[in-house]
């Protein structure tokens, strides 16, 4: 499988695909080796991780120019995107998870069950599939593989086709750092051998991408009720009240709509600002847009790479053009280069959208950002509600109360008062929206939950008694129950003294087998 430079064309190096048929194989392997992985401390699994951590830091520059490379970010965003944030993971699982997933003592609560002790323990699932797509080689997986490894699960990761070294390079610094190679492994190819995963054995997949290919991916887990986390699609708004600093929110649109080419899953595809400061927010925009480079992002001074491939070029190409006849106006960019092989988009900025065009309504994964007036707040909750996705929002005001008035009614998994994206690279807090946008997620607390699996444990402490719920089912039994019944839950204190005097002589009376 070759691995191309999108913004030359030219081939970085190649990789060898893994045949459908042999995964089952690997996965067999990866339960054998689960077994003993999940016996090690969690101390143990963390210092591996922190080794990993080490090797990333210490090859930092190589790794940032290769994701910048084969995924055509500008190298700065590699570092802010992909090698900070996970460094950050690593530093916070490590040293968070063990009070994360602690065991949960329990207290049994009914009477005659109190000689019983049990706790919860979180288990790992044990073989876990791990598919990630091509916009955040580095972070996306490493963000699900971190904690999966931590838990004391084995991965089989299938990074995309179009970043396959990145995928590799993941792998040679787990290994090196010490993870067994049964516990860690790599496949490499496209959708089949991602279907190929989906049919095997394994026991919890974690798939980011598409929500076309999320759909395909739930029909098949539906045949054997794999458990499934599903990051998706996203057409996140950005609201800007009529206080908001426009500057400032003009510069957050830009990043938000065109950093890493506008192909981030929180990116803001949909701006919404108030009329009272439209005509000062746009002429801001116009004016910041202008100044944007697009080129190589392996260049130093790029801001805008290329488009990955020409699928993609081709989707972004057809929604604007879509939007343009059905009433849009270019204010900003709106240059398509198709230069046979290399595809770049000059970030562009379009109003007078219809709502119901395409680029409105599907996800378009690209630098062009459409701008919508509103006059009221209820207004601009209706309008940013109006979609099939909810991963994220932001909301751009001066006046906090008011935001987060906005911020419950927004139907996302994250809102953001004035800024975008960032919160993504936040170690402790959460990642993962409703609607069509997926159903787990990653990041703190709730994504590593995502690993395990709780197990209830009990030990009965009187071994000697025959429980009175067992057999037999005599009048005795039943009179005994009804009157515990009484006692246990009536409001009525007259029921309640009534019902002991039912208790103690059905209690004489019964008899156990
Ligand atoms: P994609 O759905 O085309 O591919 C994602 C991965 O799935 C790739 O590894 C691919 O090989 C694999 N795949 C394709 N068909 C498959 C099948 N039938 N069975 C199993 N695996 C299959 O997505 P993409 O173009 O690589 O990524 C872009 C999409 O990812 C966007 O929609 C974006 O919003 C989404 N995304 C979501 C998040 C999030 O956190 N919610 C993060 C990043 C990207």
Redo the contacts with the bound molecule.
């Keep these: 499988m070759d691995s191309l430079d999108p913004a030359t064309g030219n081939l970085m190096g190649e990789v060898e695909t893994t045949s459908p048929d042999s995964i089952r194989g690997i996965i067999a392997e990866a339960r054998t080796a689960q077994l003993e992985w999940s016996q090690l401390s969690l101390r143990k699994r963390s210092h591996l991780l922190q080794q990993f951590a080490e090797i990333l830091l210490s090859r930092k520059k190589i790794v940032a120019e290769l994701i910048s490379r084969e995924n055509g970010k500008p190298v700065a965003e590699s570092y802010t995107s992909e090698i900070i944030p996970v460094l950050d993971i690593v530093k916070y699982y490590t040293s968070r998870s063990a009070k994360a997933i602690k065991d949960r003592r329990v207290h049994n609560r009914i009477p005659l069950m109190k000689t019983k002790k049990a706790f919860v323990r979180y288990e790992p699932y044990g073989v876990i599939g791990i598919?990630?797509?091509?916009?955040?080689p580095l972070l996306?997986p490493l963000g699900q593989i971190i904690p999966a490894l931590l838990t004391g699960n084995a991965v089989v990761f299938?990074?995309?086709?179009?970043t396959p070294l990145v995928g590799d390079l993941i792998a040679q610094f787990l290994w090196e750092a010490g993870i067994p190679r049964k516990i860690f492994n790599i496949v490499q190819g496209?959708?089949d051998v991602?279907?190929a995963?989906?049919s095997s054995k394994i026991n919890k997949m974690f798939?980011?991408?598409?929500?076309?290919?999320?759909k395909?991916?739930s029909e098949l887990a539906a045949k054997t009720l794999m458990p499934l986390s599903l990051?998706?699609?996203?057409k996140d708004a950005m609201i800007v009240l009529d206080d908001a600093d426009i500057d400032s929110a003009a510069s957050g649109a830009l990043w938000g709509a065109f950093m890493n080419a506008g192909q981030t899953?929180v990116s803001v595809e949909r701006c919404f600002v108030h009329d009272k400061v439209y005509d000062y927010f746009l002429a801001t925009l116009q004016a910041k847009t202008k100044t944007l480079r697009t080129g190589n992002g392996s260049e130093t001074g790029i801001d805008i790479g290329p488009i990955i491939h020409k699928a993609?070029f081709d989707t972004i190409k057809f929604q604007v053009e879509d939007a343009v006849r059905k009433g849009a106006r270019i204010a900003a960019g709106g240059d398509f280069m198709d230069r046979g092989g290399t595809y770049f988009i000059s970030p562009t900025v379009l109003l007078d959208l219809p709502m119901e065009c395409s680029l409105m309504n599907d996800?378009t994964?690209g630098p062009i950002l459409p701008i919508i007036k509103f006059t009221s707040d209820e207004e601009a909750v209706r309008l940013a509600n109006n979609s099939r996705f909810g991963?994220s929002a932001s909301v751009w005001t001066a006046d906090k109360r008011r935001g987060m008035a906005i911020a419950r009614r927004l139907q996302t998994g994250a809102v953001i008062l004035n800024d975008v994206i960032s919160y993504y690279g936040n170690s402790d807090g959460v990642?993962?929206g409703p609607k069509e946008?997926?159903t787990g997620h990653?990041h703190g607390r709730e994504g590593l939950l995502e690993m395990v699996y709780p197990k209830y444990y009990e030990v009965e402490r009187a071994r000697r008694t025959k429980k009175l719920w067992w057999y037999r089912y005599d009048a005795a039994l039943l009179s005994f129950f009804e009157a515990a019944t009484d006692f246990l839950f009536s409001k009525s204190l007259f029921k309640k003294t009534k019902s002991l005097f039912n208790l103690v002589p059905n209690f004489l009376r019964i008899k156990k087998i």
């Design positions: 598919i990630s797509p091509w916009n955040y996306l299938k990074p995309s086709e179009y496209g959708g991602g279907a995963l989906l798939f980011t991408g598409s929500t076309t290919t999320g395909k991916i990051e998706l699609g996203g899953c993609q996800e994964f991963l990642v993962g946008s997926g990653v």
